[in-house]
């Protein structure tokens, strides 16, 4: 028996290799399937099975196009109805693969369908158990994804409850935990940085998994739930109904533009994504363009603060362009019309005005501050980050409604943006560039530095 966890960071996404037997089956793949059939290939086993968890909401699955190119059977879970050929197993149901087996336990909450697989090893003992969005180390999938007419929160959350209670809490303490995502994922409200653990130990550590009626558990889950990213339901419905191959995806979205063809996409209406990290972006860009960092959560962040229906030209550093289009692809987004050969050097080569973002360190704002204490500063942390504390007198607007929350502040004004680390502030400072705000600068290593210098800090009043 062979079992490898394929975590993806920048997803916080968990997909597995399961192996018995030169029998494989592939559990939640990533879009691309070329990392599962190598893997297969370098063992000498053959693909048997790829196994849903669920519709996943934060990305495309690979399993149409693994089930294509391998022949492997699609398996979900009871209640799943799907646009392409699958097998709808029934709880309880077991497959067999090699010398071992993976029993469906249907455990309905965060989806209806979703579903957890336990591995019963050679010996006939319960090994593993692949959780997906049921059971997060240290959480559990949020209630909220799968609302209908004639479902609420709350009915989920409680069906949530039953299914931990009787499908996972009285597997033996040693069975370990493969959940499918970890520390980030938006899946959880929550999730532990660990990306596996044991039975035992969720029953110690996990709130969800305490001793606790049903009501008081309904009331914990949906605590404190923020809104789903906007992207999720574009995923969930490619996952449930399919999706175009992700080569073609690949061959027709990573299109060398010249500087007059990129011009002519954005005259055309085209939204500029800069994906360069943000210390190369601001330094020059093209203007109105959008600062969105492979060196970050990419793709969940053109999800959040990107239409999928608009289309995309991209600025890469050479060699990324691939990279930039698969991990869009990732999350659904395949409306991209290519990428700018030559990247800004060639634009700026052609004398093509550039715009730019000042960025100071956090001692430059500390002395800034106390200089002028009525400074804009502009916080664009989660709600959950602010808890420990924000820059007296800053203004806290979470980066996902930024772009809504836009109104509320005035162009005329000088900006100091921040957030934890960096990262999300250039994005904020390009969003608010684009949309007509002239006077940002950017809070260099963010709330960490801000720190380090000393900046008096305080507790929240609101959230936004």
């Keep these: 028996m062979y079992i490898e966890q394929l975590y993806t960071s920048c997803l916080a996404e968990a997909a597995y290799y399961i192996e018995s037997d030169g029998e494989a089956a592939i559990i939640d793949p990533l879009r691309e399937t070329e990392p599962y059939q190598l893997l297969a290939t370098k063992r000498n086993a053959k693909i048997k099975y790829v196994f849903e968890t669920h519709f996943h909401a934060d990305f495309v699955s690979g399993h149409v196009d693994l089930a294509r190119k391998t022949g492997a059977v699609i398996v979900y879970g009871p209640t799943a109805e799907t ?37 019963i090893d050679e010996n006939g003992k319960e090994h593993a158990v692949f959780t997906g969005d049921t059971l997060f180390v240290g959480d559990v999938g949020r209630p909220d994804l799968a609302i209908k007419s004639d479902l609420t929160v709350d009915d989920l959350a409680g069906m949530m409850y039953d299914s931990l209670n009787a499908k996972i809490k009285p597997l033996g303490d040693d069975v370990i935990v493969y959940p499918a995502h970890g520390a980030g994922s938006a899946c959880g409200k929550n999730i532990g940085k660990e990306t596996f653990s044991t039975i035992g130990h969720q029953k110690k550590m996990n709130y969800a998994l305490q001793p606790m009626d049903k009501k008081t558990f309904i009331q914990q889950v949906t ?31 990573t299109k060398a533009l010249s500087v007059a063809e990129f011009e002519n996409e954005i005259s055309k209406g085209a939204v500029v994504l800069d994906v360069r990290n943000p210390d190369d972006f601001e330094k020059g860009f093209v203007p109105h363009a959008v600062n969105i960092g492979l060196n970050g959560q990419y793709a969940p962040w053109v999800g959040e603060l990107l239409d999928a229906n608009v289309p995309l030209v991209l600025i890469t550093d050479a060699g990324k362009e691939t990279e930039a289009v698969l991990r869009l692809a990732r999350v659904g987004y395949e409306n991209v019309n290519g990428y700018l050969n030559g990247g ?88 608010m560039k684009r949309n007509g705000f002239e006077k940002v600068t950017n809070i260099l290593g963010g709330m960490g530095k801000i720190k380090e210098a000393g900046i008096a800090l305080v507790q929240p009043v609101a959230v936004v």
């Design 223 to 253: 605590d404190g739930l923020t809104d789903a990213p906007n992207y999720f339901a574009l995923d969930a419905t490619l996952n449930k109904h399919g999706y175009s191959s992700i080569d073609e995806v690949l061959v027709k979205n």
């Design 344 to 431: 800004i050097a060639a634009w700026i080569a052609a004398g093509k005005k550039v715009d730019t973002v000042e960025s100071i360190s956090a001692n430059n704002l500390a002395a800034r501050i106390n200089s002028n204490p009525e400074l804009n500063v502009l916080d664009v942390r989660k709600p959950g980050e602010i808890e420990g504390g924000m820059v007296a007198g800053a203004q806290h607007i979470c980066l996902s409604k930024l772009k809504k929350e836009l109104h509320t502040l005035d162009q005329s004004q000088h900006y100091f943006v921040h957030c934890a680390g960096g990262y999300r502030s250039m994005m904020a400072a390009s969003i």
């Design 83 to 119: 646009g392409y050929e699958t097998l709808v197993a029934h709880d309880e149901e077991i497959f067999t693969l090699g010398k071992i087996k993976l029993k469906v336990l249907h455990t309905p909450g965060h989806t209806l369908e979703s579903s957890c697989y336990l591995l």
